[in-house]
């Protein structure tokens, strides 16, 4: 059976530049209090009506295919990684397509937040291993700032989130320790409401705490949006950081050594660790409770904020264009996130 491979990689950051201090102006927050907590310096938005988060995983994924050594032409199953696609449907992936004049491919959406990237990258794995198909793309990408909560309300989460995408062509390869050696993916229902975008939805408050909108006395017209959920802040993200946190550092080391046991290494054998850009603290939690060193993990969340299912690959990208990720080196990939879901990816580059 063929391994699959990573061919091309390519990552696309918007150029607006927007700091800590530039937040200032829309809620109250502090470069200090931002740095402290999360580490990150700065993010990039994109431009609001000219840039989506298609367009930007084109961007991502004509470099990537360059980089592979194919054309868009050739590829045969697109897999794209979101949690702000351009519409509610249809997904990403076919706006892809037609973005990218492919020929008339599956295009498949995952909708794993912070491990989406992961997620679909296990999926595509699974199709080249399978031989069904030769040249997937997959692509992680997010324009957080069109649906984050401007005010002081919504500071908890609106200064993490930025924009961006990556993306990655995957082939098969005979090549003897090469390629992705096993992913491994987990979720755990039970704390859904933790890290969610509460409406619009078709819950009716089927999951969630009755007391913020009453459903049963709402007009039908109402019950997809309406303007007491607006009020409520209901169409942004909510997010319990702290008990998020609490889980992402058990989840994080145990799903990364999952990965490394499947495949007898130990965590001294990783060359890079790329975990998902969450939270400077969390990385480095991270790395101290799997003895890492600082050569051994990479971050870039400093300049990207939490790009979501765009961190892995932008975090990839971005130490191999670094020469920080070589021919032959271990590469373990890792994200958890809302859901919550975890997933970890082992590779020899
Ligand atoms: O990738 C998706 C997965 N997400 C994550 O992994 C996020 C994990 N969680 C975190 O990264 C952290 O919980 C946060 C960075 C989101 C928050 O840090 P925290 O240390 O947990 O802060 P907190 O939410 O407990 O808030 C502490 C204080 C509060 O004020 P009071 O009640 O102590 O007066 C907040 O209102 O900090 C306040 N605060 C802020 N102050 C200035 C919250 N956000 C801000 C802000 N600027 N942006």
Redesign the pocket.
Same mark, same amino acid.
């Given at each position: 059976m063929p391994r699959s491979k990573i061919a091309g990689i390519g990552m696309y950051v918007p150029a607006n530049v927007v700091t800590n201090d530039d937040l200032t102006q829309y =809620?109250?927050?502090?470069d200090a209090?931002?740095q402290e907590?999360?580490g990150i310096k700065e993010r990039r938005y994109a431009h609001r009506t000219e840039e989506t988060t298609t367009t930007m995983g084109a961007e991502a994924a004509k470099i990537a295919i360059e980089r592979a050594g194919t054309t868009a032409q050739d590829i045969d199953f697109i897999v794209f990684a979101t949690l702000s696609p351009d519409y509610y449907f249809p997904g990403c992936g076919v706006m892809l397509q037609r973005a990218m004049k492919m020929k008339e491919v599956g295009a498949l959406d995952v909708r794993n937040?912070?491990s989406g990237f992961l997620y679909a990258l296990s999926v595509a794995d699974q199709f080249i291993k399978t031989g069904m198909y030769k040249n997937i793309l997959v692509v992680g990408a997010e324009k957080h700032s069109f649906g984050l909560d401007f005010t002081t309300r919504g500071?908890? @989460? /609106?200064? @993490?989130f930025g924009d961006g995408a990556g993306a990655v062509v995957l082939q098969p390869t005979e090549k003897e320790g090469q390629g992705i050696l096993s992913t491994h993916l987990h979720s755990d229902g039970e704390s859904a409401e933790i890290?969610a975008m509460y409406n619009p939805g078709t819950h009716a408050n089927h999951w969630a705490d009755k007391n913020y909108a009453d459903f049963d006395d709402a007009p039908i017209a109402e019950m997809f949006m309406s303007h007491a959920m607006i009020d409520k802040a209901q169409n942004f993200p909510f =997010?319990d #950081?702290?008990s998020?946190?609490k889980k !992402?550092v058990v989840k994080f080391p145990e799903v990364i050594m999952e990965a490394l046991q499947a495949n007898g290494y130990q965590s001294t054998d990783i060359n890079m660790l790329i975990p998902?850009q !969450?939270?400077l603290? @969390?990385s480095q939690f991270v790395q101290q409770k799997l003895k890492l060193s600082d050569e051994q993990v990479y971050n870039n969340i400093q300049q990207y904020g939490?790009t979501?299912a765009a961190s892995v690959p932008i975090a990839l990208c971005e130490a191999w264009e670094k020469g920080k990720v070589k021919e032959g080196d271990l590469v373990c990939l890792a994200a958890? #996130? /809302?859901g919550f879901t975890w997933a970890s990816a082992l590779l020899k580059w």
């Open positions: =809620m109250d927050t502090n209090w931002i907590r999360t937040q912070c500071r908890n @989460i /609106s200064v @993490i890290l =997010m #950081g702290q998020v946190f !992402a998902h !969450a939270n603290r @969390i939490n979501t958890f #996130g /809302s």
